[in-house]
């Protein structure tokens, strides 16, 4: 069959046609799609342009996963240094109580609590792990984080180890007094064994008996007796004697105690004293010089608490300042890349009803060039 034959006029009408509905196509992906560089055959440059902003984008917010877990678990550490702040500090007033008091039993109760604090000092850094990283607890525990693409810019935070107080900290738990011991036999038969009396309340000690009470430190006295008292008279002496030690009497027992090691020694209680004492030990803080001993390590280790906790908020500052730069320069990026690709929905809209009108237009061009080819056919009407 032979080539159809159009007129020019109907030939580029037909064109105008061909070349409308193509624009509408383009047009009509750019709106479906918001791009108006859908592919590298659209516009290579903007394409590979975009795309490689787009990946770095993507690059940094897979950071930022990373660096988020790494500032929780910075502030895990910075929660538990301020509470062990909080426990130095206690640790510091019992110290001070036991300095306002000459009395070894109360000091003995002020190192019993002092010791407990320290317990929970090095308890609490051991719990201050987050997803198995403690920057508290020492070891392998310092944490590396990452802020580019290529992790040439890194920063590193140095773990300390406080899970044993008495290293980096100086807080040595403390050693309480025992009391040392002595048998006293009395002329009645009765005997103090360890420190307690078994005696009843009428009897009695004899007119010239003495009674002399040591400790590591020397002796802090001695009481003799001189009128036959029974053993409640004694109980109220001895306290008044000895401030720092004492004496009590229920159920006929008598109970001699010292929080300085107590050892009798000397003369006889209305008989005599064996040849075995126990000796006694002298607590952490019988002296006032020992307890500002131990005021002058918690001080120190105040002062490292508090600059550790400097350090960490300077390094959770930089982490915070990190994490926005990234979340904003990832935004820079994408939309950068959008510049390149992304459609004017209002413009590409515009040309929308601009093609139609046009296509009408063409259909309407092409209609009129076939109605004047068709005035031939009236010439054989």
Known sequence: MSKIVLSNASRDSLTAL?????????????LSTGK??????????SFFTAQGLNNRASDLNNLLDDLGQGIQTLKAA??????????????????????QTTSHFDRSKYITEYNNLVEQIEGL???????????????????TLYFN?????????????????????????????TIGTRN?????????????????????????????????????????????????DFVTEYNRTFDN?????????????????????GGTVGGSLDNDPVAGVASSWATEGQINETLTRIKAATDTIRLQASTFGTNMTMLQNRESFIIGFSDTLNTGADRLVVADMNEEGANMLALQTRQQLSTTALSLATQAEQGVLRLFG
């Open 18 to 30: 061909k070349n409308t509905a193509q624009l509408m196509a383009t047009t009509q992906g750019r």
């Open 36 to 45: 108006k560089v859908n592919s590298a055959l659209d516009n290579p440059n």
């Open 78 to 99: 910075d929660q538990a240094i301020t509470s062990i702040g909080k426990l130095v500090d206690a640790a510091k007033a019992k110290a001070n109580q036991a300095l």
């Open 125 to 143: 850094a051991k719990d201050a792990s987050y997803k198995g990283k403690n920057l508290l607890a020492g070891g392998d525990n310092s944490l």
């Open 149 to 177: 693409e290529d992790n040439s810019n890194r920063l590193t935070i140095e773990n300390v180890d406080y899970t044993d107080a008495s290293g980096v900290l100086g807080l040595t738990k403390l050693t309480e007094a």
């Open 184 to 232: 006293i036999t009395l002329n009645n038969g009765a005997v103090m064994t360890g420190s307690s009396l078994i005696a009843s309340d009428t009897n009695d000690f004899d007119v010239g008996n003495v009674i002399t009470v040591t400790n590591a430190n020397g002796a802090l006295g001695e009481i003799e007796i001189t009128a036959e008292m029974t053993v409640s």
């Open 245 to 265: 030690s004492r004496a009590s009497f229920l159920g006929g027992v008598l109970k001699i105690e010292s929080a300085e090691a107590i050892t009798i020694t």
